[in-house]
């Protein structure tokens, strides 16, 4: 890949995402520090740089236990919707502060028990960078030193372990199947917000499917996808926390809000639990989380672009803008853009496929492709892609690879 790929003409409105982990002393609401922009794209399925996102030096020493997963799940669901005192004794000593000093303040966050073999669930940009300088606090306000065992700055999770915690210490709390989650329903968040250890907001389901911008860095950027929204106040502090359901569940993991100042204004986003479910296990066992690929950037179709095409019945589907050459779609067969033109006073390139089905589900959405490769597929996978193309229908066979990896950052550049 030669030339940064051109993105897809449908916007999304810019506004700016923080990644709500606190830092002590070095706390700036102005919006210049580590605010995030999100880009005026649908969104960019495309690889970084080479370089690989392990996290073994912190791995190094530990005993072969560390990589086993334990039990999961001790705390078990509800079978009735609890109030938010009852909701709160269930899951509070299950939720931990995660710290760590530095040399412009201490940096804070929050994390939940995975399962009994000290195995802590937390945000990558809360734990990413901090070294061996990692503390957890249990609720009891006992603390453990950490290691990061690994992390996903695609997904925004990592995995902390810490040794030596009885037992009977260690709660694991129960994982939704998030694809069950309803706009309206109940919901609670527990976390640190501004170092305010053990602290509960209540609010509802607000939005599903969001997308937010990955921690990932670089010439490119990532999103997130099938992001859960919630109106419960998430504020500095609250990164890595759960979100709860009123059965005592995690729906997903807090991770960011939208702002204008880098504190709550109404919008939180949270990692939703099947991608825990997913994610989670490789990063115990392997350090890293292998992404299936696809290659391409594009563009949900409009009517301006249909009339652009001279395609005459109902837009539908995603046109490809460009292929990376190399990559999965580009072994398959798929075509990017091949001229240039203005649609809707933006600039992009016509004459590529249309994505209308994959595996016989219908894309309306680029998001479409970016939820169903995050909960359905793995590397290794065959993908049947439907396309139009010159007005016919064609089938083509995608066997999906890894994404190319790159270094992880050396630096946290959220507020």
């Given at each position: 890949?030669?030339?940064?790929?051109?993105?897809?003409?449908?916007?999304?409105?810019?506004?700016?995402?923080?990644?709500?982990?606190?830092q002590f002393n070095a706390i700036d609401f102005s919006g210049k520090r580590?605010?995030?922009?999100?880009?005026?794209?649908?969104?960019?399925?495309?690889?970084?740089?080479?370089?690989?996102?392990?996290?073994?030096?912190?791995?190094?020493?530990?005993?072969?236990?560390?990589?086993?997963?334990?039990?999961?799940?001790?705390?078990?669901?509800?079978?009735?919707?609890?109030?938010?005192?009852?909701?709160?004794?269930?899951?509070?000593?299950?939720?931990?502060?995660?710290?760590?000093?530095?040399?412009?303040?201490?940096?804070?966050?929050?994390?939940?028990?995975?399962?009994?073999?000290?195995?802590?669930?937390?945000?990558?940009?809360?734990?990413?960078?901090?070294g061996d300088n990692l503390a957890v606090t249990f609720a009891d306000g006992?603390?453990?030193?950490?290691?990061?065992?690994?992390?996903?700055?695609?997904?925004?999770?990592?995995?902390?372990?810490?040794?030596?915690?009885?037992?009977?210490?260690?709660?694991?709390?129960?994982?939704?199947?998030?694809?069950?989650?309803?706009?309206?329903?109940?919901?609670?968040?527990?976390?640190?917000?501004?170092?305010?250890?053990?602290?509960?907001?209540?609010?509802?389901?607000?939005?599903?499917?969001?997308?937010?911008?990955s921690q990932e860095t670089g010439q490119l950027q990532f999103f997130i996808?099938?992001?859960?929204?919630?109106?419960?106040?998430?504020?500095?502090?609250?990164?890595?926390?759960?979100?709860?359901?009123?059965?005592?569940?995690?729906?997903?993991?807090?991770?960011?809000?939208?702002?204008?100042?880098?504190?709550?204004?109404?919008?939180?986003?949270?990692?939703?639990?099947?991608?825990?479910?997913?994610?989670?296990?490789?990063?115990?066992?392997?350090?890293?989380?292998?992404?299936?690929?696809?290659?391409?950037?594009?563009?949900?179709?409009?009517?301006?672009?249909?009339?652009?095409?001279?395609?005459?019945?109902?837009?539908?589907?995603?046109?490809?803008?460009?292929?990376?050459?190399?990559?999965?779609?580009?072994?398959?067969?798929?075509?990017?853009?091949?001229?240039?033109?203005?649609?809707?006073?933006?600039?992009?390139?016509?004459?590529?496929?249309?994505?209308?089905?994959?595996?016989?589900?219908?894309?309306?959405?680029?998001?479409?492709?970016?939820?169903?490769?995050?909960?359905?597929?793995?590397?290794?996978?065959?993908?049947?892609?439907?396309?139009?193309?010159?007005?016919?229908?064609?089938?083509?066979?995608?066997?999906?690879?890894?994404?190319?990896?790159?270094?992880?950052?050396?630096?946290?550049?959220?507020?």
């Amino acid at each position: 890949m030669n030339k940064p790929l051109l993105v897809g003409a449908a916007a999304i409105a810019a506004f700016a995402i923080f990644f709500a982990y606190s830092q002590f002393n070095a706390i700036d609401f102005s919006g210049k520090r580590g605010s995030s922009p999100l880009p005026d794209v649908s969104d960019l399925i495309s690889p970084p740089a080479g370089g690989n996102n392990s996290n073994d030096d912190g791995r190094k020493g530990l005993s072969d236990e560390a990589f086993q997963i334990g039990r999961v799940s001790t705390v078990e669901a509800a079978d009735k919707e609890l109030t938010l005192p009852d909701l709160y004794e269930r899951t509070e000593g299950s939720v931990v502060q995660v710290s760590s000093s530095e040399d412009d303040g201490t940096r804070l966050g929050t994390g939940f028990v995975y399962d009994d073999n000290g195995h802590i669930v937390t945000n990558q940009h809360v734990a990413e960078g901090a070294g061996d300088n990692l503390a957890v606090t249990f609720a009891d306000g006992t603390v453990y030193s950490a290691t990061v065992l690994g992390s996903d700055p695609y997904t925004d999770l990592a995995v902390l372990y810490v040794k030596d915690v009885p037992r009977e210490k260690l709660a694991p709390l129960p994982l939704a199947d998030s694809t069950r989650i309803r706009v309206g329903e109940s919901v609670a968040a527990i976390g640190n917000p501004f170092g305010l250890s053990s602290s509960m907001t209540s609010g509802i389901v607000s939005g599903v499917g969001r997308l937010i911008p990955s921690q990932e860095t670089g010439q490119l950027q990532f999103f997130i996808p099938d992001i859960i929204q919630t109106d419960a106040a998430i504020n500095p502090g609250n990164s890595g926390g759960p979100l709860l359901n009123m059965r005592g569940e995690v729906i997903g993991i807090n991770s960011a809000i939208r702002s204008s100042t880098g504190s709550f204004e109404g919008i939180g986003f949270a990692v939703p639990a099947n991608t825990i479910s997913k994610v989670v296990p490789s990063l115990i066992k392997d350090g890293t989380f292998r992404h299936p690929w696809v290659g391409i950037s594009g563009t949900d179709m409009t009517p301006a672009l249909a009339k652009a095409l001279g395609i005459e019945e109902e837009p539908r589907g995603v046109l490809v803008v460009e292929v990376v050459q190399g990559s999965p779609a580009d072994k398959a067969g798929i075509r990017g853009g091949d001229r240039q033109a203005r649609v809707d006073g933006r600039p992009v390139n016509l004459g590529g496929d249309i994505i209308v089905e994959i595996d016989g589900n219908p894309v309306r959405h680029l998001e479409d492709i970016l939820v169903y490769l995050q909960r359905e597929k793995q590397v290794g996978d065959k993908m049947q892609v439907t396309i139009l193309r010159d007005g016919q229908v064609e089938h083509l066979d995608m066997l999906l690879e890894a994404r190319p990896a790159r270094q992880p950052p050396t630096s946290i550049t959220a507020p």
